[in-house]
Every structure is written in C-alpha cells, then in structure tokens.
C-alpha cells in the first residue's frame, strides 16, 4: 500500500527517526527530536506520530501535573473545539505508557473515514495548542490517528454514540448466578442496548443482560464485516 507523497506503508514498521535535526515530512517541519511513524496498523488503525520534548510548566495543578489521566483530559478540553470545528470528532485522548516510552493518543473519527491526510491536518492544527497547554514534563510521543475497526468504549459519549453496535464486554471476574445461562462467564458478545451512570445493558440471543459498568473491565466494538 502506497501512502502521501508515494511512501510505503507497513503494518507498524515505517519510521524516520532523527536526532537534533529537522525533519520534513508530509510537509510538516520540525525542529526536535522526531520520530515520525506512518502506519497502517495491525488494529487498522492510521496514525502518524512524533517526539515532542517535554516542559516543565508551574502554573499546572501540581495535583493533575504527573497523573497521566490528568493530562489527557487537560489536553482534550483544550484541543476539542478546534478538532470539532475541522469536521472531526474527538473520539479519545489518552497518554499513555508503552514500555519505556510515553504517548500522547489522540483519536479522530468522522463518518467518511480516517486518511492520513487528516491525521496530518489534526496534527498541524492541535500541535500549537497543546504547546500552549504545555502539560508534559517528560519527553513522549504525539500521535494522531483514527480509531480502527474495533474500539475501547470508555465514556458515556462512546456508549451512546455506538449503541446499536455489536460489542465484547469483558469482566473483571466472572457472572453470578443471577445471571442464568450466562453465569460463570467473563465475556459477552452482543448489541449494545443502552446505559445509564450505573449500568450497560447488551442484547445476547433471545435475552438482555445489564449488568453494573463498575463491574465491566473493558467494552470494545467489534468488526462484523
């Protein structure tokens, strides 16, 4: 498969790497240490990323300052408007660490679908924002990518914006008795009927489970094509 500006893409692997230098790339330049990374990703996900070094900024609540869910939310709040003004939604910030390296997630979504260009066009546009937010003292990774085939619901906005959708819902221990059929296990497939601030509710067969949401370690969407 063939990328912007003619560029292979491979599952995970394609990367330019520079130190202390300039990197131009889909007409991007910057001036730090970059690793800038195209994929089309084993979990059909586009991103593009780079390394952004990190600042130390005094003004951050010293309470949120090395929470790494603090600095996701302070990142979204501050980049969500100018995403929703692109015609994009801001599907999810997370900041995360992967092995000895830190990520700045950030996922895109729109009814056409993701293209490279638009992570592009995400990254150029949020890139000066959270600059401005400055909320990272380490060094990290930004990415900017879609959100694949198969997504983390997490929100509220997740939940209702996927009701509809065939779903796994996974357990932190496995289902009571109460639960019939279904007890003894710590995964469900089926569609996603509803929530509310306590509770999911799936449709499994002939039958509708809900079951409390502090009881569910993870809910994704699943890829029925």
């Known amino acids: ?20 230098g300039i990197a131009f790339y889909f007409g991007l330049c910057y001036n730090t240490n970059v690793r800038k990374m195209l994929t089309e990703r084993e979990d059909e996900r586009l991103s593009l990323s780079f390394e952004r070094k990190g600042k130390k900024v005094a003004q951050l609540n010293p309470e949120k300052k090395n929470k790494r869910s603090g600095v996701a ?3 979204k709040d501050a980049i969500e408007p100018t995403v929703i003004s692109m015609g994009y939604i801001l599907w999810d910030v997370e900041f995360v660490k992967e092995g000895s390296e830190l990520d700045l997630v ?49 929100t509220d906005f997740h939940l209702e914006y996927c009701r509809g959708w065939m779903v796994s819902v996974s357990f932190f221990a496995p289902l009571g008795e109460e639960f019939g059929d279904y007890a003894g296990q710590k995964q469900l497939k089926g569609v996603l009927l509803s929530h509310d601030k306590d509770c999911v509710s799936v449709a499994v067969g002939d039958s509708q489970i809900t079951v409390l949401r502090s009881s569910i370690a993870k809910i994704k969407t699943l890829d029925v094509e």
């Open 73 to 75: 939310s302070l990142i």
């Open 1 to 20: 498969m063939i990328g912007s500006g003619g560029l292979p893409l491979k599952p995970s692997l394609f990367f330019v790497k520079i130190k202390k």
């Open 106 to 154: 950030i996922s895109i979504d729109r009814e056409e679908g993701i293209s490279l260009d638009d992570c592009e066009a995400v990254t150029r546009a949020v890139d000066p924002i959270i600059d401005s937010v400055d909320p990272i003292e380490q060094n990290y990774y930004l990415e900017v990518s879609s959100t694949g085939s198969e997504r983390v619901l997490r």
